[in-house]
């Protein structure tokens, strides 16, 4: 990974949220890493590899098989004064400890009449696409959103994965950073300095006048390409990157749309009652009036992902059905 | 067993006279609906509280259950503040949003207050890894009924503390119920010291009803963890007096169990060891209740006049005010 | 509760349910009923009083606070030939449950290709409005409809109290019936034979031409009030009950928009990424270009539930809001 | 402990060769891209599936891990279904959506194949439960990983299961790591059977490197807990001679320690005695693998050549076809 002061280098998500670490551990001695073989192993997709010897098994902390207790004591410990980042090695095993994310994390601020705040962070790997199949796979990043009292980000970009974790960090309040797996290895291009982007404002990551891509993550990428592939039928699709899921940013999305007057939201989780449902109702809310044609949706199957890949491929969502979608829309 | 000397003692009984009293007049105030929600009463079980709190610092912290209004009287909210809370009022010690279950206090280090059984001791772990990585000599004191030990988040916890070596006292309220099951419904091994020591920590069980007792045990424990020596449970073994919540029929259990067990009442047991000892009058008793009633009938006039939060701020403190530390 | 052959019977929620579960004890041998407190004790909420002594401690089983493992136990009993009533107590405390509700319960019979299945009903109470503050008052009933592989009811009448149980335990796959709290004390006419409505069917509670009010649950009630206190202002609003979350009886939803043209979804869970959000996004794609006014959504605060009462009060979506949400989207 | 008879001896052997070479196959042809996804080999810790798996009733029940295949092919599931599974093609034994860690088969009453650490554990209480509520004399053997033990599902589920005196069989395979996680830095307590035996159920450890030690406590386990004897926990020590999963570059053991418990093999173990017992010659490995490799090459044409399910059915299955039972 090549280093400049002036201009961007170029590095791995994986090497990006190391880089992310390191420097806020160095930064500031309240903040560590706790989570399962975060420390020996060197992160289960190698996101923490070399922390351990950098900052010693205290700070780059190896947790037992106790989803519920290490997040819990996550949250006691940012109430004890500490900044921690646990790690869940991915969202599927997030759901053992959805009672002290739900009921403690994102509660204890209003319910204790704002005596206690929870600055505290958490990673977790989302995302399918690598034949684990049905319990290995889930993309919950938008279905976290629904609670309030929680922050969630999900960074599409390797520049947010490098980036994200600082105002998440500064942040008095629980964040959940969902990472998805698929970026881990993918490279990109990442500013040598803090661009100081807001956690919770969304981005425009191309624009384009006929109708607005709303997307995030993991289905990023998957939406450029797309865009690529409908400007050369002569649609020029904008593409709205979220990266805050909770808030949402209305502001850009709506924007766009009352620019574009279509919007297609494309979402790797399952359609019913997720993300792709929330920002179609706002913006039939806040934009009904602009709108030329309803809001279309691209999701994952609603079936737990299979291990097949062919399955799995046609499960998930990808430039064909994005541009099925988005001429769809045109019409 | 060293025993107290005469001051201690009277500390220890006006403590739990007041919280006994503290919670009768709740009971009416329920009655009347003053007080709405849950309402969970410690009645019987105060030696436990008054006995373990009395060796905190006011730099150590405390985490409850959701029967936690002696816990948090004694870990130093005020009794304005606590009946304030009842009655869901600003001037509560959680501004009115918690209720009963939900007390809290930042100022005395008391984390509530949790309604999720087992939901606390995660918290308590993490409460002291703060302080061990901070190099602080400060304890954390975790109550919990032993209902919360077949949860899996207890057992996480036990392993996580006994594996870091973390300054925490795990408080087993045993009252021998959860609601309306009895232990050995809940327990397949109703020895629950020898269970906790299977985590590799010190663990022994104590007569909850004695003060005394509680308050020697919770000595050595708390010396122990303040020095470095890891966590510690205990098993105060105690009784219910009253029913799990206002809602409770008590099918579950006899009345000659109860009334046996209020032949054990933790303020006679202390009354009486003292009178005997000589240390006070036989009719002190009432002296001291009419002592702490004046001061409870004021935190019920405080709560009375205190305001309701206007439901325009109803949104605030959902996430902090401003951004960034 | 008088009794009679022909003629429908008055009960309360909770006589509903537990005349329900008796029959479906009495009626197959494979049913039982496990929880905490559900023997003993009566049931947190006297839904079960009586069944202990009718049914003895094996068919009416008494756990210990597990719920991850008592759920769990539900679905391999499913699997080992047994027709179990889960019962948890409160919608607050299957957060701890979730691991197995989602990643073992959902996925089974999918991912063994068609092998397994588990026909387990799940009962929880839900809803707030009893000053029970914020870990005590989770609406997630919509929520949970996002996970394919289940089934979700919430009976928003004493008739569906008595009622909905025989199909759900009929069906192949996992089923979750969220009762609202405020149900179990209310009284409603309950037909004496079954009257066979399905599972997943919504039903029009209250027909009208100008608009639809759509709902389910504790606040069918709420909105059964406010189309009366419209029809005042001379305002016709329709009532449909969803009663069932997943999957969503589209037709019988799009059908009442395509005649009234106006619809306010009524949700006592929280706004964002919630049921709310889908029933609005399906109105827009299945319905657009029917619609006079953007879909309305009424929904509980998104804020933990207060314990202060007239917190709590403005917090849930009330008659008021309800008649006002109606009103704005007739002009 | 009884030694077995050779005809016994032989038949184990061949089990672990079998397992042994199956999934040495399976490691190639993840090289070859044939297999994708997570594959989690059991080398070295034959031993156990198949000294366990060689006491249980066809009508028994087996809960596995993500690390299973052994499991599954000893509990009747035909290497075909296997291998065609892990190519996810119809034809595996779980139609080809489950894969690696998640085999599946009815017929056998092989209940998977569960790839959340602990998940599996609540299942065999229920199924266990089911047939203690039928009045079914069957048992239920639940495998799971020395780190499982660390997790809520397996205390709630012990507790569950010595509480109700149910039938299952818990089969501990403590390999020391938990991934990269050495059992003394997951676990307070690193005696397990110790740990397992404060739930009240009978629990002891056993060398999982040698089958008939394994065959000799698994047979004394079953006839009790078939005879009605509640549950017992058995800890085989053991140790997984490869990686955690194909992507572990394996930097928390060092290679001294892999080499050492190599000497261990339980294949070789078995072999030497049966060799010193003049039971078999001392080149017959060799037939016996060419023997079970013509089998498995069997399996992988098998695989090969079965289809791939075509994307429109894909949505199939996610429920009943047709509901009322
Ligand atoms: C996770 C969870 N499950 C169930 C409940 C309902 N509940 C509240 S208190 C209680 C009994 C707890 O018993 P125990 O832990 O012994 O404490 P005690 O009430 O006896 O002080 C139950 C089941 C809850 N609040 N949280
Ligand atoms: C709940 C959960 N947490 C984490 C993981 C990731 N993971 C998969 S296997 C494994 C190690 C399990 O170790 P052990 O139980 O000892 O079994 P072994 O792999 O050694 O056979 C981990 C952490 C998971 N699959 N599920
Ligand atoms: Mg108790
Ligand atoms: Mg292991």
Redesign the pocket.
Known sequence: MRKSAAEPVTMTGREAMRAAMTEAMHADDRVFLMG??VGRYGG?FAVSMGMLEEFGPERVRDTP?S?SAFVGAGIGAALGGMRPIVE???V??SL?ALDQIMNTAATLRHMSGGQFGVPLVIRMTTGGGRQLAA??SHSLDGWYAHIPGLKIVAPGTIDDFRWMLTPALADPDPVIIFENGGLYGASGEVSPTDPGLPLDRAVVRREGRDLTLVTFGGTLATCLDAAGALSERGIEAEVVDLRSLRPLDDETIIGSVVRTHRAVVVDEGWRSVGLSGEVAARIMEQAFYELDAPVGRVCTAEIPLPAAHQLELAALPSVDRIVDAAVAAMD | MISLDAETRRGLLRDMVFVRRFEERCAQLYQQTKIRGFLHLYVGEEAIAVGVSRLLRPDDAAVGTYREHGHALLKGVSAEAVMAEMFGRVDGCSGGRGGSMHLFDAEHRFYGGNAIVGGGIPLAIGLALADQLAGRDRVTACFFGEGAMAEGEFHESMNLAALWDLPVLFCCENNRYAMGTALERSEAETDLALRASAYGMPAWPVDGMDVEAVSDTAARAIASIRAGGGPVFVEFRTYRFRAHSMYDPELYRDKAEVAEWKEHDPILTLFDRMVADGEIESDALTAIEEEVDTEIERAVAFADASAEEGVETMLRHLYAEEVGS
Do not use: G, P, V
């Open positions: 399962e073989d289960c098989l989803e869940i090695m991915t599927n095993f053992l319990q290995h």
